[in-house]
């Protein structure tokens, strides 16, 4: 059951970041937002919103669920792949295609076991069915991360639509490192795909013996990835013992994983750190300590338009909401907002408020809804 809507207020506004020009104030201080809590959820995953400001939420688990406008009903939707949900295992991201209105296609990812007990992120798409008991039709896995390995960690698989309608597939190195660096596999890369899931033409590393969906290497455990309004994309990944960083993707390029971060091993052996000229594309911003982030989303919306074009992080220990300032090709660290739980996802809905989901971390997760304080 839903629990009725409650208005919490943001308590804590912790200190900018540094480099960054963000305000600050002293804890227990109400910071810029009302914080509304709009449903409790069963650790949730991913969101998007559909034309009319319904939204499609994931749960780790496996449902995948359509929630009113304001969270205070939802119903299930059928016909979603079963999941293999152990460790950082989910149903996981949820978009919708660029020409939803016309062809109302929705895509996803989960991760799954095959027959070996070898797991790995796959890509799907179906066609939205709404009514009493909505259902996803004609539902196809239009991509698989390969290989499958073992393990339950670092699947990633977030989706993005560029503005060309090419789709971007993110594929974690599954905790495996070497993965990262080998041109055979999908394993810590950004792919770009057509919309039925093959390898768009033009990827910059085919012809050098890669595989042909690779747009970029080197990565992680790439937990977000956007495209801003001139269309660069932005991704963001979590660092080994510190080093989460936020990376601008361009065509080709090696980020460095695990050859080079600005974190070091949870055994405390050092990785080298970015330098000049040792071969690897740095990040734009990253953080030391780490603050695992979750997800990042583009702000464009007319609550704050002092924020618009700014980039915002959701994070999982760091329990924070944190601004990230756009200026081109270039990014500097802003506010950052206590929220006393495990941010999973940041989404702007269609009013330009800014939505939230909790994970839950063992404990139901909630929907939140944020907007100026008064």
């Known amino acids: 059951m839903l629990k009725p809507r409650t208005l919490l207020p943001l308590i804590a506004l912790l200190a900018a970041c540094n480099s960054g020009t963000g305000a600050s104030a002293q804890p227990g201080m109400a910071g810029p937002f009302k914080v509304e809590v709009m449903a409790d959820l069963d650790s949730p995953w991913a969101m ?36 293999s949900s152990e460790g950082q295992g989910a149903l996981m991201d949820v978009v919708l295609h660029p020409k939803f209105k016309q062809n109302r296609l929705v895509y996803f990812s989960f991760s799954e076991e095959n027959a070996d007990g070898l797991k790995g992120v796959a ?133 460095g994983w695990p050859k080079a971060s600005n974190g070091d091993n949870y055994d405390n052996t050092p990785i080298p750190d970015h330098a000049p000229g040792d071969g690897f594309e740095p990040p734009k911003v990253f953080w030391n300590p780490s603050i695992s982030p979750g997800d990042m989303m583009i702000y464009s919306g007319r609550m704050w338009p002092q924020w618009r074009g700014d980039l915002f992080v959701a994070a999982l220990s760091g329990q924070a909401l944190i601004r990230v300032h756009l200026d081109g090709t270039n990014a500097t660290k802003g506010d ?39």
Do not use: C
Not at 68 to 83: E, H, I, L, N, Q
Not at 350 to 372: F, M
């Open 48 to 83: 998007t919103f559909l034309p009319d400001g319904r939204m499609l939420i994931t749960e780790k688990q496996g449902q995948l669920l359509l929630v009113s406008k304001d969270g205070v009903s939802r119903k299930v939707v059928s016909g979603t792949p079963a999941v």
């Open 123 to 255: 890509l799907a798409r179906g066609t939205l069915v709404d009514g009493d008991s909505p259902s996803l039709k004609d539902v196809q896995v239009i991509f698989r991360a390969h290989p499958y390995v073992e393990g339950d960690g670092h699947f990633s698989g977030r989706i993005a639509f560029a503005p060309d309608g090419h789709l971007f597939f993110t594929n974690g190195e599954r905790q495996k490192f070497t993965p990262a660096q080998d041109p055979a596999v999908t394993l810590g890369k950004v792919l770009r795909l057509n919309d039925d899931g093959t390898p768009a033409a033009g990827n910059p590393l085919a012809a050098k013996g890669f595989d042909p969906a690779i747009w970029s290497y080197g990565h992680r455990n790439l937990l977000g990835i956007s495209f801003d309004a001139k269309g660069n994309l932005w991704e963001i990944e979590m660092g080994p013992k510190g080093g989460d960083e936020i990376n601008l993707i361009q065509p080709g390029l090696n980020y």
């Open 336 to 374: 950052q907002w206590a929220m006393g739980a495990r941010i999973r996802e940041v989404e702007e809905g269609p009013d330009g408020a800014i939505w939230l989901l909790e994970d839950g971390g063992g404990s139901p997760g909630r929907l939140l809804r944020l907007t100026p304080a008064k």
